[in-house]
């Protein structure tokens, strides 16, 4: 008999099923109860926003604006939510949409020839993906991360709080495979989709912000080579992946990148995201991996091109008129412009204004490397204030112009009603044959254009592989090394390879070439600093020309550099050349480069055939040469000049000095860095000054390479570790153009300070006549670190030597050549075994008077002496352009032992040297020529500011002139006009550096209508000191005789300069009779404790003036 269940048995099944709902409702409140309070946070914040509008009196624009911004995110991000959702539900029902779409089903012997299907790939994929995720996540988290935080203090506690690559896969829609172009490589194109559910994201603690990604859609073509292919495992060498064109790219942010989505910012995002992605996988740019050894990875990365597009960019016709007048009604035209575009490169034509139908007819140049499949793609626009409006674009594959050569017509822009483009294409060819060059370099001289592009004859490609045994930096520290390479004013730098002296670099770069025989190619090897050089070369093209296919493999020895210091590079040039050209049809609108230079003669070239051969066959050969008659120093050789620096103060600098503990704040013991490339000095340290003065200077031989900058860096001294007090950079370039400059600069990378500099660019002049000056105007420049100012540079070009003596038991020297000048001396390279090295180096001394020092040349093998020779710099004031280039005969050497040398001197002249040079040169002329009557006329620019003549002749504070005369022995006539003495005193005040008086600049006028005078106290310069302190002056006037002082003024005071800057206006009611009869009595005061002291003085009669002219000018002051 079967058992009843009791009332607790039947009772229990329900009560557990009653517990389990009442659990499941409770969840459910809670989260209702969340969302509800969500929804109350929402609106108590969009309630908070009305109320501090109206609390602090904002404008409801205010409100207004936030509203769209809001509005604008919110569709954007649900755009890109719903393309999403779309790409999800395309990938997972791809067979149902398509047929859908085509409203029937395919045939099964449809197939497509260029693609072909790769389902068995998309199926390994779809199996290895969390693998793959997981992989991807450990290099996220173990290797990226750890690198992101210590590149910055502030990301220290960066993390990647999720990682996950989801589960849809990248799929492969497609493969084509290239066989044909090269039998030593595979080329597939894969064309890729991914549409990935990932989730990444990141945090970084310390300042609670969170960022993320939820969902990527990428779709593109990825290039993979495989190269090169080899007979042992793995067959293949390198794999090398890219895209030919730019990949489409969509992001779902999440977090605080949301606001990537904000309109304006959205577009900004996405193109600098796709610029970023571009400069390391779309075309020029390429990843390769080695999967095997020895293998040049720089020449796999960027190798030659297939070819280079020369583009015309004609003229367009027909484009929409996108300006518009008066609301609409009335339609205007366009200010069209066109965007170039192939791959990675990228231009932009000029705007030409008002019209539809623009002319450019501008060119430019473009490297192909994979064809068919790199694209040229052009786009137009309207030039407007706010956003450009778009006028169409167009697309062609360059294959076509490879295929045809020249292209030459008119193309339908797309996307727009219409409009219409017209270019030439011409597509150029690499040869290895240097006699194409003459043909390249006709046909761009009749090549015309509005930009500014010149046409290129060939283009180079400089494989930068690796160095040996650089200079270690100063500590015996290992250097961090990069590589500048630079031809004209195109610069790539390398990667920077840390703490080694044998760096490896393996990069790559590719320049356009104009007329390899005018041009240089020009290699610095420096400290990650930029400013420390370890090394520089310089190569003409011209050798290239003569080289074995136009190219150098091997190694160069590094100039100023260690003494076996080198550097290995491949160099490659190529003749562009353009087969469907016919030049005779061409017409000649420049002269060629290649033709015969004035002044070259049959001789000169048989000699250089002569010299080559010679070279080529070796010593010892049956060929006897006659020798060079002058050396081979290119052109750029004797161009360097001389920076001449000089530290004068710094303001307001930041105390690092403390005491008790940082409760009392002390001063500071400043000195100064000055890095000029390899060159560097220090001043000395001024204790407990934050106004410090040096009244230093240094001189510094530079070139004219591009990128090169003068460092200044401030320092405290301390026991322990110098404190920083800022930096400055000033360009050569800058310094160059301005000629002299002399300001104040504000410190970097400080709260405050600022620095006071003259720097002076000094180019060498081949004229001695101006030599005296120069060294008369030196010996004015006094500086506290008794540096003596140098009036030359001297350039010495070391070409070769003849027939040196051979060492004991008839062995070949290995010499090398010593050069000293004053104290400086410079050692060449070694050239081993060899009567008749050839060294083509050259060297740069200062000199600091030319008619005293002479140069010393030792020829040397290790420590035995080959030759010697002493040659007196006075022998090149006397020669022309100040010039020697010939062969000297070698003393203590054998009886034909000669050096062949090319010295040349440059006179160093300053605005200080050419200011005196031209006053004397004016005092010289004859006393009784005539002199044109200077009169005043209102005028505040220094260049013409002039003294009246009763000031210069009458007034015994202005001494000026004759001071200056006396001094320089000028002889001034009494019996000369003031107008003379007037002229000379205008010379003279263009520039007051020989004599650096203080001066005051005033202005004086006496406005007849209102019956009052007008005194404008604009400035002074030059102020003396008189104690350690800098001055806090003031002006105080009086106009004399004035018995109750109702006339004096004073202005306001100025701390701490010698230039101060006032523009104080005073105005004196009183008739123009009685002004006339006033004497202005100014003086110049410094604030001294409680008293003042006086620093200048100016007293003249204003009856001397004629006051109803407006004079302004500047006034010597009579030093107390």
């Known amino acids: 008999m079967d058992r009843k269940p009791s009332a607790r048995e039947e009772g229990a099944p329900t009560s557990v099923s009653g517990t389990s709902e009442e659990a499941g409702a409770s969840s459910l409140a809670v989260t209702d109860m969340m969302a509800l309070f969500t929804r109350f946070g929402k609106t108590l914040l969009w309630l908070m926003l009305i109320y501090l509008t109206g609390y602090f009196g904002l404008s409801v624009s205010f409100l207004v604006f936030g509203l769209v911004l809001w509005m604008g995110w919110k569709m954007r991000r649900e755009n890109k939510l719903s393309k999403l959702r779309d790409a999800f539900y395309l990938l997972e029902n791809e067979e149902t949409v398509t047929r859908k779409r085509v409203n029937k089903s395919l045939p099964a012997w449809i197939n497509f020839q260029d693609l072909e299907r790769a389902d068995w790939l998309n199926k390994v994929l779809q199996q290895a993906w969390p693998f793959v995720g997981q992989y991807l996540e450990k290099l996220l988290v173990n290797s990226i991360a750890p690198i992101i935080r210590s590149s910055n203090n502030h990301l220290q506690t960066f993390a990647f709080t999720k990682v996950s690559f989801g589960v849809k896969p990248l799929k492969v829609h497609g493969v084509q495979v290239h066989t044909g172009t090269d039998k030593r490589q595979v080329t597939l194109d894969l064309h890729i989709s991914y549409i990935g559910d990932c989730e990444i994201n990141v945090e970084v603690k310390k300042y609670f912000c969170k960022a993320g990604v939820n969902g990527i859609q990428l779709h593109g073509m990825l290039r993979v080579i495989l190269e090169p292919l080899i007979g042992n495992m793995p067959l293949v060498g390198a794999v090398t992946m890219f895209f030919i064109r730019r990949p489409v790219l969509d992001i779902n942010w999440t977090g605080l990148t949301n606001l990537l989505d904000v309109p304006g910012l959205s577009s900004k995002s996405d193109t600098v995201l796709m610029d970023t992605i571009a400069s390391f996988l779309v075309l020029p740019n390429r990843i390769t991996c080695p999967l095997v050894g020895e293998l040049h990875v720089a020449e796999l990365r960027s190798p030659l091109p297939r070819g280079i597009v020369r583009i015309h960019l004609i003229e367009a016709a027909s484009l929409e008129s996108k300006d518009t007048y008066v609301k609409g009604f009335i339609k205007g035209k366009s200010d069209p412009y066109a965007i170039v575009r192939v791959g990675t490169q990228t231009f932009m034509s000029k705007t030409i204004s008002e019209t539809v139908n623009p002319k450019w007819n501008e060119m430019y140049e473009v490297i192909v490397h994979e064809v068919p499949g790199q694209l040229l793609e052009i786009e137009m626009f309207d030039k407007d204030p706010d956003q450009d409006d778009f006028l169409g674009r167009m697309q062609l594959d360059l294959g076509e112009v490879m295929k045809n050569q020249i292209v030459e017509e008119w193309f339908t822009l797309k996307d727009v009603e219409r409009g219409k483009v017209r270019l030439k294409l011409e597509w150029l060819s690499l040869y290895s044959d240097p006699a194409k060059l003459e043909q390249a370099l006709i046909v761009n001289n009749s090549i015309t254009v509005q930009n500014s592009e010149e046409p290129s004859a060939a283009i180079m490609v400089v494989y930068v592989d690796q160095a040996q045994e650089l200079p270690l930096k100063q500590g015996n520290r290992e250097p961090n090394a990069l590589v500048q390479v630079s031809l004209l004013d195109k610069t790539f730098e390398s990667r920077t390879v840390y703490n080694t002296h044998a760096p490896i670099w393996e990069d790559a770069f590719t320049f356009f070439v104009q007329n390899p025989n005018q041009q240089d190619l020009d290699i610095q090897v420096k400290d990650d600093d930029r400013q420390l050089s370890l090394g520089s070369l310089s190569i003409s093209l011209s050798q290239l020309l003569t080289s074995p296919d136009m190219s150098f493999d091997q190694w160069f020895p590094l100039e100023h550099s260690g003494r076996n210091s080198q550097i290995y590079l491949k160099i490659i040039m190529r003749v562009l050349i353009s087969e469907m050209v016919d030049l005779e049809k061409l017409p000649r609108t420049r002269k060629s480069t290649l033709e015969q230079k004035p002044g070259s003669t049959k001789s000169d070239k048989i000699n250089l055939t002569a010299a080559k051969l010679v070279e080529a066959a070796g010593v010892g050969s049956l060929i006897q040469a006659p020798l060079p008659t002058e050396s081979s120093a290119p052109s750029s050789v004797g161009t360097e000049g001389v920076i001449r620096i000089h530290l004068l103060e710094a303001e307001n600098l930041i105390a690092k000095d403390n005491f008790m503990k940082g409760m009392v704040k002390g001063k500071s013991d400043p000195y100064v860095k000055v890095r000029a490339g390899a060159q560097s000095f220090r001043s000395k340290t001024i204790k407990e000054n934050l106004n410090p003065k040096w009244h230093e200077m240094y001189e510094i031989i530079v070139n004219h390479i591009p990128g090169q900058e003068l460092e200044f860096e401030l320092f405290d001294k301390d026991i322990d570790k110098d404190d920083f007090l800022g930096r400055l950079k000033i360009s050569y370039k800058d310094i160059m153009n301005s000629k002299v400059l002399d300001e104040w600069f504000m410190l970097n990378d400080v709260k405050s300070g600022k620095l006071h500099l003259k720097l002076e660019w000094l180019p060498p002049g081949m004229d001695s006549v101006i030599l005296d000056q120069v060294l008369q105007a030196n010996s004015t420049i006094f500086a506290q670190n008794e540096v003596e100012p140098s009036a030359a540079i001297l350039t010495v070009y070391l070409d070769r030597t003849h027939e040196l003596p051979m060492k004991k038991g008839k062995k070949l020297p290995s010499p090398m050549v010593q050069i000293t000048v004053n104290r400086t001396s410079f050692k060449s390279q070694v050239i081993n075994s060899t009567e008749l090295p050839i060294w083509e180096e050259s060297f740069s001394f200062l000199v600091g008077n030319p008619k005293l020092e002479r140069m010393e040349v030792q020829v040397k093998d290790d420590s035995h002496v080959l030759g010697t020779l002493t040659l007196p710099l006075s022998q090149l004031l006397a020669s022309k352009n100040l010039t020697l280039d010939k062969w000297f005969q070698l003393e203590n050497s054998g009886p034909n032992s000669k050096i062949m040398l090319k010295v040349m001197l440059g006179i160093l002249v300053s605005e200080h040297s050419r200011e005196l040079y031209s006053i004397q040169t004016m005092a010289q002329e004859p006393a009784n020529c005539e002199v044109e009557n200077v009169t005043f006329s209102p005028s505040v620019s220094d260049e013409s500011e002039l003294k009246p003549i009763s000031s210069l002749v009458n007034d015994p504070s202005n001494h000026s002139v004759s001071s200056f005369a006396s001094e320089h022995n000028i002889n001034i006539s009494t019996s000369e006009s003031a107008s003379s003495e007037l002229d000379l005193r205008q010379r003279m005040n263009r520039k007051m550096d020989v004599l650096e008086s203080p001066q005051i600049k005033l202005t004086l006028q006496y406005n007849v209508q209102q019956g009052r005078l007008l005194l404008v106290v604009h400035s002074c310069r030059n102020l003396k000191l008189h104690s350690k302190e800098i001055p806090d002056s003031y ?59 006086e620093i200048g003085k100016l007293c003249f009669d204003l009856s001397q003036l004629n006051l109803t002219q407006e004079i302004t000018q500047w006034f010597d002051l009579k030093e107390e």
């Open 1035 to 1093: 002006v105080s006037l009086i106009l004399l005789p004035d018995k109750n002082r109702v006339t004096k003024r004073k202005t306001s005071v100025k701390k701490k300069t010698i230039n101060p800057e006032y523009n104080d206006k005073f105005e004196f009611e009183m008739p123009l009779e009685e002004a006339q009869k006033k004497k202005l009595d100014l003086t110049v005061k410094s604030n001294v404790s409680f008293m003042s002291r």
